[in-house]
């Protein structure tokens, strides 16, 4: 079946810009976590989403993040006034049930944002 | 707090030997462990997991992992390696500490030489 996938495989912008970023989780999956993967290192966890709601954003580094979700479908990552240090890739993943702790999560191919 | 090490960056190792990738993990309460992989150009993929049963955990591709509390460890290990084994392999962890997410380490890359 259909994997996560996420639109637009590459986002170049301008410092100052704000940008949408775009999860498709795979079907039936109740849980969605957003990560950012900087160059060189390991994934750093953003966002959970339950459903629509997100029990856990502690993982967000400024208020110039934000994310919804619409009910247990497609999930948007909103970077507002984008910075240099925002360049990265960023992961989407979804699971079935939504026991972040042990449930095995799948990986859409990320989308990679360069801020000019 | 929660903590991921690998060591090693880049690993380089000759087609049918031994690979080994290493994890040392930080949880003041029980772990859950995981190893995934990521090939060029695809999204992570789900090596194996340590969720409290087996201490020996097998994986896919041949893969498998052993759980060492004494050591806070969990080595990734294959006995032969293949060319198509060459990735970027990431371990992580988790815990009930509140946080409920994964924390991963900074990824080895894998390099399997003729």
């Known amino acids: 079946g259909a994997g996560v996938s996420q639109s637009p495989s590459n986002k170049v912008t301008e410092k100052g810009k704000d940008v949408e970023l775009r999860c498709d989780p795979i079907s039936g999956h109740t849980a969605l976590y957003w990560y950012r993967q900087r160059l060189g290192q390991g994934l750093e966890f953003l966002i959970y989403f339950q459903g629509n709601s997100a029990p856990d954003k502690s993982g967000l580094p400024s208020d110039r993040f934000s994310a919804e979700r619409t009910g247990e479908s497609v999930s948007t990552l909103t970077i507002q006034r984008t910075q240099q240090e925002d360049s990265a890739v960023y992961l989407c993943a979804s699971s079935l049930v939504g026991r972040p702790l042990t449930d095995t999560q799948y990986f859409g191919p990320g989308t990679r944002l360069t801020v000019l | 707090a929660q903590s991921v090490t690998q060591l090693g960056s880049h690993v380089s190792v000759s087609e049918g030997a031994l690979v080994l990738l290493r994890c040392n993990y930080s949880?003041?309460?029980?772990?859950?462990l995981f190893w995934y992989v990521q090939y060029p150009n695809q999204g992570l993929q789900l090596l194996l997991k340590?969720?409290?049963?087996?201490?020996l955990v097998k994986g896919i591709n041949g893969f498998e992992a052993e759980f060492k509390k004494s050591e806070t460890s969990f080595h990734l290990t294959k006995p032969s390696a293949h060319m198509s084994d060459a990735a970027e392999y990431f371990c992580?962890?988790?815990?009930?500490?509140?946080?409920?997410?994964?924390?991963f380490g900074s990824g080895t890359r894998l390099q399997v030489q003729p």
């Open positions: 949880s003041s309460v029980p772990p859950y």
């Open positions: 340590y969720t409290s049963a087996a201490t």
């Open positions: 992580a962890v988790s815990s009930d500490t509140g946080r409920r997410a994964l924390t």
